[in-house]
């Protein structure tokens, strides 16, 4: 695989790939079932599953499924090889569909449309560590689930230095997201009526808003995933704010 840009490293650290990853478990330094991920050739250790993560994790899974079955496939906690230096383990990642189901290879970001990390005691890591890596391997779009701040930020245009642009959307607010390389998300961008809250969020020339968007899903094939990118959730009770209410509009 290409090596991608990497944040800089001190000079006397040295940095593992994914090949040195996998001969540490190979040689049993690692346990094969050992919560770490490497992330620009340095390993993390992952954090123990609150019961707030794993239920906002569990109801992307039940909405993405279903709206999106037959046109992306939805992996839970599993390896994506971002680089030569990079296998995290994202909460969710949807993924082109691949007839082995990737039995042969993990996602690589050409196949990546989407990466999602639900945070409740990582959101630093996951706004300073991983999603500057998601985006410097040119993933095009990561979102992050803030549980206890219930926002999520939407991070896009990705780069050597990360993402160019965050948004940072409240419960309830609406966002239909881009990620999708498949007509007629391409051009479906919200930047319409809640706008105001969005950091850097820009409408160019020419770009539809939400109220326009309906007038462009005119594919059959793609109505089910059309309709799931503009439905609004209801907030749920305990505060999981993407699963149920902030940034699906």
Not at 27 to 39: N, T, W
Not at 93 to 107: K, M, S
Not at 145 to 156: I, N, T
Request: negative net charge; glycine residues 8%.
């Amino acid at each position: 695989m290409q090596k991608q840009a990497m944040a800089a490293a001190p000079a006397d650290l040295w940095l593992l790939t994914v090949r040195d990853y996998h001969r540490m478990v190979e040689s049993g330094i690692l346990a094969a079932d050992e919560r770490v991920e490497l992330i620009e050739g340095q390993i993390f250790r992952m954090a123990a599953k609150g019961t707030a993560h794993s239920a906002g994790v569990t109801r992307i899974d039940r909405i993405c499924s279903q709206a999106l079955e037959g046109l992306a496939l939805v992996r839970l906690q599993d390896p994506v090889q971002l680089s030569d230096f990079s296998e995290p383990e994202p909460d969710v990642a949807i993924v082109n569909l691949d007839p082995l189901d990737y039995e042969d290879h993990h996602p690589t970001p050409a196949e990546i449309f989407l990466l999602i990390e639900v945070s409740d005691s990582t959101l630093k890591r996951d706004l300073d560590i991983k999603a500057p890596a998601y985006g410097r391997s040119g993933v095009g779009e990561c979102w992050i689930l803030d549980v206890k701040g219930r926002c999520l930020y939407v991070l896009r245009e990705p780069g050597a230095d990360g993402y160019g642009l965050k948004l940072v959307l409240g419960d309830g607010e609406r966002s239909l997201p881009s990620p999708f390389q498949i007509a007629p998300f391409k051009s479906a961008i919200s930047c319409g009526p809640n706008s105001h809250r969005h950091r850097r969020a820009r409408c160019p020339a020419g770009q539809r808003t939400l109220s326009q968007a309906p007038a462009i899903a005119d594919s059959n094939a793609n109505a089910k995933a059309y309709r799931f990118m503009m439905s609004r959730n209801r907030t749920s009770g305990d505060g999981v704010a993407w699963a149920g209410g902030a940034g699906l509009g």
